[in-house]
């Protein structure tokens, strides 16, 4: 698609032409209208609106756009695009960047020699003397645009004239060009001769057409950044770059000459679902990611008989992924039976002795695989906004890793002797780097000519040692990495007779498989076997615990523990879910034997403990398949779980949102079924998810399931001495904290525990589950009584203060006891009661203070409750103040708190002009309802000494038009203005109004962005007569625009306040006549020259009345505006935030994201410049907000 960047218009355009036929139902106002161009002249007939999605490089836009019958490019991106991507138009390099909140990128101007070039004909006979350069006027058949000219080679050849390549603006057919005459004689050129051409510059959108080199560049040197050797990285790198596209992930890609995926289904009727139901906020979301699958080639409309609903999942970072629900046709779907590589044989042969590794990651692999033609109507998927079909491989879809298998096999055969791929995971091995580098060409080499794309992030090149498979694979061999046996050799001893019990019950189901096993258990029998008086004799010992490690130890070998699995048998997935935690044990009966393959568990995070108990099942079951993906892939499933209801999730909906969502997410997975078995049978299970391990690892894989990263952490726990009171910010049981509070003094300390807000949310939720923890546990504290010890020792001012206290104790208001340093306060004015408060060394007060402000339980409150919540707890000195620094430089704060104060910046009034028309000021009002007249908008223009107001009713606001009745209405009624005051609309700051300043000789200054107070007298008027002429119209008329000039007459002819006459009398020096006064009964007959002088006298009189009036006014007013207002300052090179005006929700940053430098200033204007886009903007002081630099306190 072509799409050409339009200064010159205000609104984006579409040519319908460029559309499909199947966009037709997302226009909306389908009426068919017609608009003028900015030229006055050419009109476009318009068929709606719609909303764009355009993919700009590695940014995806979305804009409002008419639809209309023709343009001279595919799309005209206007200045609502423009503004709205804070687009920068570079000529000279021929690139184009744009930037939203986030990041900037450039994309190049497409120049096309097919593309249409218009001839530029030199309007009138031109003679351009020795050593000059003239400008001169030339024709285009173009009404308006902007464009790229050439001159003409043959006329360059020919005549001594030079020309340059430049771009040129259009208005109304028309531009101009420079040329040079260098000779020392005059030359000629005749009118209508073609000095060159013009093209429009556009920008073309081709999909996966070429590769983002800032994007490859970065990638590849992230790859080769571990290599030491200067020589070798330079010689990877350039193979690397060789194979550039393999690394570009600013595109997706689909492979070409590879084998199609087929789907092979039972006779049976296409499955029909209707759309899930969805918000109209996630409809809206749902549309744009269908739109951009669409841009990609990825899905395109369809009229399948199939349909499949399709839903959104929420990702980490907010946004979201759509996955559909392909139960249906997965259940009609033939099973591929192709094998995948046997995984002990592909371990076994990486352990060779190999020096040189290099792990490859298809970058959403499934998405790089075409779907045959004739089956790609079967994965059709139905929408609020239509009906689609996948070109390529869908998430979801049944025999996708054996598909994928067998074309990753299949086109890495000539590399099989030195590589070695599982389904999407590719490793390359290699015995030296000679040789490394050679095999590793030939592997890229093979994906490139295929087309397929690689993940960088997820790839290892040129190294000696990689995790495979749950294997560490390096030149001395092969060993498990221990992942799959973590929740085994991480399980805490029992402590009490409740957690013995269990531990035995949990594995006495594997009795049978292991010899001798009530031998090795006997020890803990004997302490468990007790009756019901004796139990509180329960003791754990050294023999008890040889016994517990000796166990755990035959459950992580052979014979029961296998490393790999054997594919003539199903996968055997057990799972468990509690409060705590989740668990599970992936295992194969093996002629009636059973062999564990992977056990799991981790913690549940606080947000999961509210789950509902289906809920939390599922969980468990999407978890290990998440951790377990690698097993699992392409091989046939058994579940089994204790939660009955979960049986059917794979064929039909439970009716639980979360529960259908993992189901959708398991379709790509072989399940056989799932299948409930008793609590009491499912021990092992049970049995982890109660006791957990923590596991902070990404668990969920970005390209196929739902990206989370569980940072929680469970408490440690540590032994407490019985008589220890002197804890800060212990988490205890009920029963503990009892004890401890009945043994507390008078006066006490307690200090919150200040770790990362996921950790202290679980705080009350540990207490709630005090019967799984011994009431002789509490939660490990970096701010406890040793780390603060620590802290005061290192302390130089706090060791001076203990030395004036040693001397004598009773003139300091300080206490040291038990190895810390108090300061005792009186927290109470009517008290006399002194309460102690930790001296916080200066090393932990930013700590401190990052808690009490910017931790989520805190809220990024301010000073005064921040204070609050401190002192009672801590002292040091300077403390509030210390605090309110903090607080001030906090910069979310600065970006988002809303000033409560009056806005910086102190009035400065624009001086009293010497006279009538020396300065008006110019603005548009409107749009109002159209007249019959067709109008739509008033340009209001005032007078700033006299404040008469001329107001005309006009159809649009463009450029053409303003400037029409500027010159018709005013300037050749009233004279030429000395300057106009108007704000930055592309109505008032173009080229034309430029022009028109420069030859009729007025100065037009401009307002600052979003600062309208600047041209406050016309905004004042505006704000007048719109309610006055709302009084007068005929709403069913609409005939507002004939009750314009009698309102403006009206307000021409009252008194003004500030300058105590009325307009009128101010501009022609004497009392206006009105309807209402009664006729003159006499005349008298005065010679010109005799009415000219006394109107002279008298016209100097009040003007200098008036400017005596609006100065005092103006002072007063100055007056009561600066009052308590600030006004700040600033210098060349300060760092400051800009308001962000117009934000678009609530929870939108008030200021800029990054600091601005500023480069000028003129107070109280400042011109300011972005560091990372260089874009630079003028702003009022009203606008900046100081940056606080955040200091260590």
Known sequence: MKVMIDTGANRSFISIKALDPSYGKHLVNKSHSRIILADGHTSLSVFGTMTLSITMGDMLTSIKAFVVKELCADCILGMDFINKYKLIINTEEQIVSISDDYKRTTLKFAINKNDIRYPARLINNVRVLPKQTVTVPVSVELSSAQVLFRPSFKLQQRSPVVMLNSALTIHHHTSFISLHNPTTYSYSLPRGIILGTTTIPTLSFKRNSTTDHQIVHKNINNLIRHIDNPEQQDRVKTLLNQYAKLFDTSKLTVASNVTSHAIKTLDHPPPVSKPYYSTPSKQEEMYKIVQELLHF???????????????????????????????KLNNITIKDNHPLPNMEQAIQLLGGGYNFFSKLDMKSGFWQLPIKEEDKFKTAFITPDGLFEWNVLAQGLKNSPPSFQRVMTDILSPCREFSLVYIDDIVVYSRSFEEHLNHLAQVLAALSKHNFQLNPVKCNIFHQHIDYLSHTISEFGVKPNNEKIQAIIKLREPSKLA?????????????????????????IHRVTNLTKPNRRQFVWGDAQQQAFLQLKELLIKSPLFLNFPNDNYPLILTTDASKVGIGGTLQQNIDGEIKNLYYHSQVTSPTQRRYDPIELEALAIWLCFQRMRSYLLGRSIIIYTDHCPLCKMMNSSVKNRRVDRISILLQEYNIEKIIHIKGQHNCLADYLSRHPIQNDEEIFDEDYGINMLFQWEPP???????????????????????????????????????????????????IEHSDEVTSDLITSNNFDITQIKIEQAKDPVIQNKLKEIMKDSTKHSYVFKDGILYKLALMRSNSTTKTKLIYLPSSMINSLLQFYHNDPLSGHFGVRRTYLKIKNKFWWPKMKQSISKYIQSCLPCQQ?????????????????????????????CGPFKKTPRGNLYVLCITDYFTRWVTAIALPDCSAQTTAQALFQEYICRYGVPKSILSDQGTHFKNQLMEAMAKLIGYNHIFSSVYHPQTNGMVERFNATFVPQIAKLQDRENNNWDEFLLPVVFAYNTGIHATTGYSPFQLQYGRDPRLPTDEPSTSFTFNKPQDYYEPLKKNLLILQRQTRDNVNSRQQRYKHRYDKQRADPHYEINDLVLIKIHGTKTKLDPKYSITPKVIIKKQHPIYWVKDEDTQVESRVHVNDIRPIFISKTI
């Open 896 to 924: 988002y708190n809303i000033n409560r104060s009056k806005k910086p910046g102190q009035l400065f009034p624009i001086p009293v002009p010497e006279g009538p028309f020396q300065l008006i000021g110019i603005d548009y």
């Open 716 to 766: 440690e726990m540590v032994h407490v001495p019985e008589n220890n009171s002197q804890i800060v910010g212990a988490v205890v049981t009920r029963s503990k904290m009892k004890q401890i509070a009945q043994r507390q003094d008078q006066i006490h300390v307690t200090i919150p525990s200040i770790t990362n807000d996921k950790s202290s949310s679980s705080s009350q939720e540990k």
């Open 297 to 327: 080639g990825l899905i395109r409309p369809s009229d399948s008989p199939y349909a499949a609903p399709a839903l959104l999942v929420a990702k980490q970072d907010g946004t979201w992924r759509m996955v559909v629900d392909y139960k």
């Open 499 to 523: 957690e013995a019990n269990k531990f035995l019950g949990s594995i006495s189901w594997y009795r049978k498989f292991i010899p001798q096993f009530a031998t090795v258990a006997a020890p």
